[in-house]
């Protein structure tokens, strides 16, 4: 038997607490470290009990430091998670993610605003990515090893699966020795204005030639896939890979 190779991609997703969610960004400070904070939970039933009160980020703080009052005591939707590097979604984003296979990486960005000094501008930053080892799909699911009460078990920091509707879940497992949060966020795009004179985040002119990625970059959805293989080299030397 012939065993075909697929070439390797990447993709890229924008994650964690936003303007539109929230009404809130994450801090990035001057020298270029960040806190990565995640969006809050909109799921009244989910099991979920922990709050930004309850989570502690990269300067020692608890994350709520960062927030206002009325987010801080939110419960929170931690994911993606970068304990066991998991990230599950369902819907429009389960699509794409069926898309991943092994070794492909999944990079996720986020917006970030200048926590007292404004160095770095508030924009999208790359944070963190996963090289993919393992892509869980209950909605076509034949393994029985692969229940929610199992991965809840075996995944309990990701707040997924604790969500009260998983039938639809897509779940990736990054490979634990090549999927990291970064130090340092890596700026990736600026603001530019649209047909009404209305900012938005667009990829910054450096980055679409890096990257081969342009256009707005806002919104989670739809990701953005890189193939090509020379910019998928420029995107592993830019995190370092």
């Known amino acids: 038997m012939i065993i075909l190779k697929h070439n390797t991609k ?74 066991n590097f998991t990230y599950g979604d369902e819907g429009r984003k389960a699509i794409y993610l069926r898309k991943l296979n092994n070794d492909d990486l999944l990079v996720f960005y986020a917006g970030l605003k200048p926590y007292q000094e404004d160095k770095y501008p508030e924009a999208l930053y790359i944070i963190g990515y996963f090289t993919i080892r393992d892509v869980i799909d209950f909605k076509n699911n034949k393994n029985e090893i692969y229940t929610i009460k199992a991965i809840r078990k075996q995944y309990p920091h990701n707040s997924h699966p604790k969500r009260s509707d998983t039938m639809d879940m897509v779940m990736v497992v990054g490979d634990p020795e090549k999927s ?14 649209n047909k009404i004179g209305r900012n938005y985040h667009a990829v910054s002119p450096e980055m679409e030639k890096l990257l081969g990625v342009k256009g707005s970059i806002q919104r989670s959805i739809p990701p953005r896939f890189i193939r090509d293989e020379n910019k998928l080299k420029n995107l592993k030397g830019l995190l370092g890979l």
Do not use: W
Request: proline share 5%; glycine share 6%; no cysteine.
């Open 180 to 193: 990291k949060l970064l130090d340092k966020a890596i700026q990736i795009s600026q603001k530019k204005l």
């Open 10 to 83: 990447a993709m890229l997703l924008r994650v964690g607490i936003d303007k539109s969610s929230d009404g809130v960004l994450g801090p990035i400070f001057s020298d270029g470290s960040y806190e990565y904070i995640p969006l809050s939970e909109k799921d009244d039933n989910s099991l979920e009990k922990r709050t930004y009160k309850d989570l502690i980020g990269f300067k020692g703080n608890q994350l709520s430091t960062y927030l206002p009052e009325k987010v801080a005591i939110r419960r929170v939707h931690m994911d993606p998670e970068f304990i």
